[in-house]
């Protein structure tokens, strides 16, 4: 199954980041998936792997989850490192691949159930916990049909219950939601808060700027198998772009000549008919007084003001100068109904 989970029996040693990358290569043939990688995970927190297609996250997550092995470099997961400690490693993650991977002839249930004795609940704790999660995924009323009768929406669901079923420490999410209806993505970001909240870790990957909006604490985006920026989200923000003020004014057909005011003064300023908004980067502190104290000295009447940062996908654009991957075709992966 793609879904691994598990419930530790015992914890290296705790350094305050859960999951520690330095120096991560990886080749594939004359193709450098991963160039020296380095990111660390705060312990409950969420960090959101940003790039475009071919960037190489889904490699890094494959070598975090032992399922490869880098070329160079190290990584140390729950104070185990990746390749002299992959056993005890995989006893404190979780990981949900791009594609859902459910035993075909089993139940909803059974899928769960199963994987919970396997991760050594007990019997009682693996039905409880079947149960609880295929409520929480919508999936009580189909829990005993065979999954190859599930949508493909379901069957992704059912996925991403079974990597939760054991509360693994650090929890690994490679575009989770892709394909997703917006209720059960819903669903998914509701989880996911409340395993942070209760003290994982996730490592996410996503096609969706909203999603790592939502979730993330903390932003990395790789282009090209290496790390081109790093940081919280409105610190990544404020680093591409600084404040937009939006005036609305009292009289829309004032507009032209607000702007028209602005820039006699020497302020860039815009508007949009359409928005009914005057818009004026902001370059330093002292410019939003200035705007107002023009404004009102000329007596143009004002509706409504408010500063706005740019948003996640402008920020992306300009970091990686590519359209974000949310508004970019996702190919080479199966749909999901």
Not at 29 to 43: F, Q
Not at 259 to 280: K, N, Y
Request: glycine share 10%; with cysteine.
């Amino acid at each position: 199954m793609t879904a691994i989970a598990t419930a530790p029996t015992d914890r290296g040693p705790r350094t305050g980041n859960a999951v520690e990358v330095r120096g991560i290569v990886k080749t594939f043939g004359a193709t450098r998936a991963l160039d020296g990688v380095d990111l660390s995970v705060r312990e409950g927190t969420v960090l959101g792997l940003l790039g475009p297609n071919g960037a190489g996250k889904t490699t890094l997550v494959r070598i975090l989850s032992t399922l490869m092995k880098p070329d160079a470099g190290t990584a140390v997961v729950g104070g185990y490192d990746v390749l002299r400690q992959p056993r005890q490693l995989r006893r404190t993650i979780g990981l949900t691949g791009q594609y859902a991977s459910v035993d075909e002839l089993l139940s909803g249930y059974e899928n769960l159930y199963l994987i919970g004795r396997l991760l050594d609940l007990s019997a009682k704790e693996s039905k409880a916990r079947a149960g609880e999660l295929l409520e929480r995924f919508s999936l009580t009323d189909a829990a005993k049909r065979p999954a190859k009768t599930y949508s493909g929406g379901m069957r992704r669901r059912l996925d991403l219950a079974a990597s939760m079923i054991g509360r693994p420490k650090v929890l690994y999410l490679d575009e989770p939601t892709t394909g997703l209806d917006p209720r059960t993505r819903n669903e998914v970001w509701d989880e996911v808060q409340r395993m942070v909240a209760e003290g994982s870790t996730v490592l996410l990957t996503t096609q969706y700027m909203e999603e790592a909006e939502q979730l993330a604490h903390e932003l990395t985006v790789i282009d090209r198998g290496r790390v081109i920026a790093a940081g919280g989200v409105e610190e990544l923000k404020t680093q591409v772009g600084g404040q937009t003020l939006q005036v609305r004014p009292l009289h829309p057909a004032e507009l032209p000549e607000m702007a028209r005011c602005l820039q006699e003064a020497g302020i860039a300023a815009t508007f949009s008919a359409d928005t009914g908004l005057l818009s004026v980067q902001l370059t330093d502190d002292g410019q939003l007084t200035a705007v107002i104290g023009t404004l009102g000295t000329r007596g143009f009447g004002i509706a409504g003001i408010h500063t706005e940062l740019p948003s996640l996908d402008e920020v992306f654009l300009a970091i990686t100068g590519k359209s974000s991957p949310s508004a970019a075709p996702i190919r080479d992966k199966e749909p999901v109904a």
